[in-house]
């Protein structure tokens, strides 16, 4: 990943003036208090920090992209699970009446097998 964005940022940091304070006094502190050396040390540290965050949020915004298309997966699916106990309860009672029907209409030829000699 290039890094030049942070560098770019810290580089205005600095010429503002608006350095991060702890940052800022990390470094100082680990440049024995040598303000040319404190620079470049915050620069380095700083832009690691950068780095990092924008990382953080990267991953962050992947993460919330996967659970948005995990939640409209499981939203489809419960669709269509609706949608197939809704066909199935239809199919069950097609095959109801189906039955019925049979047997009404076996019971009715068999009264008129039955009947037909009479």
Known sequence: ??????YEEVARELHAKTMVPGVWA?????????SDKAQAIYIKYRVAQLVEVAELQKRDKQRQL????MRRREAARQRLLLALRSWGRTLLLVV???AIS?????????????????
Request: charged fraction near 25%; glycine fraction near 2%.
């Open 1 to 6: 990943m290039n890094d030049d964005w942070a």
């Open 26 to 34: 990390r470094a100082f502190a680990d440049a024995g208090a040598d």
């Open 102 to 118: 049979f047997f009404v209409l076996l019971v009715i030829a068999m009264n008129i097998w039955v009947y037909r000699d009479n």
């Open 66 to 69: 996967v659970e948005a298309e």
């Open 96 to 98: 109801i009446i189906a």
